[in-house]
């Protein structure tokens, strides 16, 4: 059981403005092969709603491009709005359903 609750007293976090780059992190276009062919074709899609088992059978094809934006991305220190999104679904574990002890995050 959820409830929604009052969110207007939250505190705001300050913008720390970080414009630091990460030039120096290394992976090649076999990489990311390597990774998409090893993407599990059980699991469900993300919020791109892209099944896993397109990427990995499209791994060659999309290899270079996703490289290639990966890249860009780490080299201009700026990472994409919609990179930021996820799906959050509590799962019940055991013990009282209201304590957030009792509660994993997939």
Not at 21 to 47: M, N
Not at 52 to 68: D, H, I, S, T
Not at 89 to 99: A, D, E, L, V, W
Request: with cysteine; proline share 8%.
């Amino acid at each position: 059981m959820f409830t929604k609750e009052d969110t207007a007293e939250l505190p705001t976090l300050p913008n720390k403005g970080v414009k630091q780059q990460l030039t120096d992190v290394s992976f090649t276009c076999e990489d990311v092969v390597k990774l998409l062919q090893g993407l599990k074709v059980d699991k469900s899609p993300g919020p791109d709603t892209i099944h896993p088992c397109v990427l990995k059978e499209c791994a060659y094809e999309l290899a270079y491009p996703l490289f290639r934006l990966f890249r860009k991305s780490l080299d201009e220190g700026n990472v994409p709005k919609d990179w930021k999104n996820g799906n959050v679904t509590p799962i019940f574990k055991k013990g009282s359903r209201t304590s957030v002890d009792n509660i994993i995050v997939l």
